[in-house]
């Protein structure tokens, strides 16, 4: 258990090479939907707030086939983008980052969502007599506020795409050093006899790697809200 | 110049507000909910009246029938809210500097350390918000609205989420702001006190009207708005200069226009300006000049008004060159026969000194 394959390596950083690039993305239209869900009321509100919260609740399958329907070589936007840019999602490590984005996405939207709600607006009310326009507000008194509940959706966010099984399988397949994730690296091993001990290293790399992220997501949050706080922490 | 007309109705409430004043500081007195808050909301542009014109300077800040209306963060104006609203992920310095970068030719830019040392905030400028009392707090907000380079300074009640010993400290230091400060005030209370420490200029607004604009010594002793003010502190506010001291019996004269007072010794050079105020309930009325009394202040002077009767007493205006309010009860009134045009003497028992340039620092 101490020295690690050079197959569980690719896979591990497969897997977190998957993971960043699906938070990375998400993450500012994250911020943006959150913003507008927690500050902005416009019709149709109620509708958009269950669109994002979708991918919680259907069968991560159903994901993953509307992806391929949406962002195929034939989609309605994955044919765009790769006639114009020769970009293409499905069967490729973009796509498995994509299929983990998409599930994780309500995640991080309810996260950062609860901490702008978490603000006092008289703070940005004040920012704003003295002289600071909306986009500055936004930059200097909003975002800094909601740092921690950012943080924390954004780890969340990044340990719910390291264990995406049922939307990546379906729409990127199951290609090794492609899209084998941890999890598919671990369905494919139960595919096969005699795997047990391979299998047990594989389940006890993803708990450690979750477990690592959720705990570093607890002290960054506390570190942040005692300093914005003080007597919180 | 500030000018400020404006109408908006809110459910029930209909705010009704209509006044000009000019440079210094103006208070805005009412009992709470009388719209005194609305009214500076306007004016920093945070609600949107129905109708109406808000004008400082030469800047429309909003003008319902040009369809003006500025965003709050174009109007130049500074505001400093009951509550500190300090940012608390910015230490005081970060605090004090957020408005600074508003820039505007025509005004000179307020210097910060004047500000800091003005305030009293040297010391705390590297802390976090949540690492100062409730006084210090409020000082960082006074002092982050004045570095904001505002062409206007609204102030809602600053002093009203604190006890009466934090009170007693911010008061000498927003004295001295208002001293010093070429910025306009409008300074928005229900502690008539403060108004008569602070203010040049006094609005009174009840139920969401403006029923009176004028200087604090004028409005302060009409009859009419009386009433309006705290039924114990009823007074007149005369501004006044120091003409002598008498160091034999620790006195000091201050004249005013029409007379003088002489009063406990109080700090300050000869011709100094100071702001007195009188209680009503320490002025009493003799119809003759007495000869053997204790009271030494005894102002000859006209009634020119008696007051609507409340509860037992009455207030009664005499003019001794100046309004003096007096508060009699009702049956010296009708003992005496007082009656407008009637000579009287003004016995006038204590006198507060409310500003004093000496006092202050």
């Known amino acids: 258990m101490t020295v690690l394959s050079p197959l569980e390596l690719e896979i591990i950083a497969l897997s977190l ?81 994509l299929a983990a984005g998409v599930m994780a996405f309500p995640l991080m939207v309810r996260a950062i969502r609860l901490s702008i709600e978490a603000i006092d607006r008289r703070l940005e009310t004040a920012a704003r007599t003295l002289g600071a326009s909306p986009p500055r507000v936004f930059a200097t008194i909003t975002l800094p506020l909601a740092l921690p509940g950012i943080l924390a959706g954004t780890v969340l966010a990044f340990a719910r795409s390291l264990g995406e099984f049922g939307a990546t399988i379906t729409f990127a397949s199951n290609i090794p050093g492609e899209t084998r994730t941890l999890p598919l690296a671990i369905f494919t091993l139960t595919q096969s006899p005699g795997a047990q001990d391979a299998i047990l290293r594989l389940v006890l790399i993803s708990i450690a790697i979750a477990l690592g992220a959720l705990v570093l997501s607890e002290v960054l949050s506390r570190r942040v809200t005692a300093r914005i706080r003080g007597d919180a922490a | 110049m500030i000018s400020v007309a404006v109408r908006k109705r809110d459910g029930d409430f209909v705010l009704d507000a209509r006044f000009e004043s000019g440079a210094g500081v103006t208070a805005l007195f009412g009992v709470s909910g009388a719209g005194k808050t609305s ?98 707090k409020q000082r960082v907000a006074i002092g982050r609205a004045v570095l904001s380079h ?25 004295e001295k702001m208002c001293r010093d400060l070429a910025v306009p005030i409008i300074y928005v209370s229900h502690a008539i006190d403060e108004i008569t420490r602070l203010a040049d200029t006094l609005v009174v607004v009840d139920a969401g009207k403006t029923l009176a604009v004028g200087a604090v010594s004028e409005v302060t002793t009409r009859l009419d708005i009386a009433p309006l003010t705290d039924r114990r502190d009823a007074g007149t506010v005369l501004d006044g200069r120091i003409e002598s001291h008498d160091s034999t019996y620790h006195l000091t004269t201050v004249s005013f226009p029409g007379g003088q007072l002489v009063v406990p010794a109080i700090g300050g050079i000869i011709g100094e300006k100071l702001r007195l105020r009188i209680q009503a309930r320490d002025v009493a009325i003799a119809t003759d000049t007495p000869s053997h009394i204790s009271t030494l202040n005894c102002l000859p002077g006209v009634i020119t008004d008696i007051g609507m009767p ?27 026969g007082l009656a407008p045009g009637r000579q009287v003497t003004a016995l006038i028992k204590s006198v507060a000194v409310d500003r004093n340039a000496a006092a202050a620092d």
């Not at chain 2, 004016?43 to 709050?72: E, H, K, N, Q, Y």
């Open chain 1, 17 to 97: 090479r998957v993971a960043f690039w699906a938070v990375l993305f998400s993450l500012p239209l994250a911020i943006a939907a959150a913003w507008l869900l927690a500050r902005t009321t416009f019709p149709g509100k109620v509708i958009v707030d269950g669109v994002l919260h979708l991918p919680l609740v259907v069968p991560p399958v159903v994901v993953g086939f509307s992806l391929l329907v949406l962002f195929g070589r034939q989609g309605a936007i994955g044919g765009v983008l790769y006639e114009n840019f020769g970009v293409s999602f499905a069967f490729d490590g973009k796509g498995a980052a």
């Open chain 2, 39 to 136: 009214i500076v909301n306007a004016i920093a542009g945070l609600v949107r009246p129905d109708w109406g014109r808000i004008t400082v300077g030469d800047a429309v800040l909003f003008d319902s029938d040009m369809g003006v209306f500025l965003a709050p963060e174009r109007r130049g104006v500074g505001y400093v809210f009951q509550e500190d609203r300090l940012f608390p992920h910015l230490d005081v310095r970060r605090n004090l500097r957020y408005g600074s970068r508003r820039r505007d030719g025509a005004r000179d830019a307020p210097d910060f350390d004047a500000i800091v040392e003005l305030l009293g905030l040297d010391r705390l400028l590297d802390r976090l918000p949540h690492r100062l009392s409730g006084g210090e």
């Open chain 2, 150 to 174: 505002p062409r206007l300074l609204l102030m809602d009640e600053p002093l009203a989420n604190l006890d009466a010993a934090r009170r007693d400290e911010i008061l000498p230091f927003l």
């Open chain 2, 310 to 336: 409340r509860h037992a007493h009455q207030d009664i205006l005499v003019d001794v060159g100046m309004p003096i309010l007096a508060r009699l009860t009702l049956r010296s009134v009708a003992d005496l």
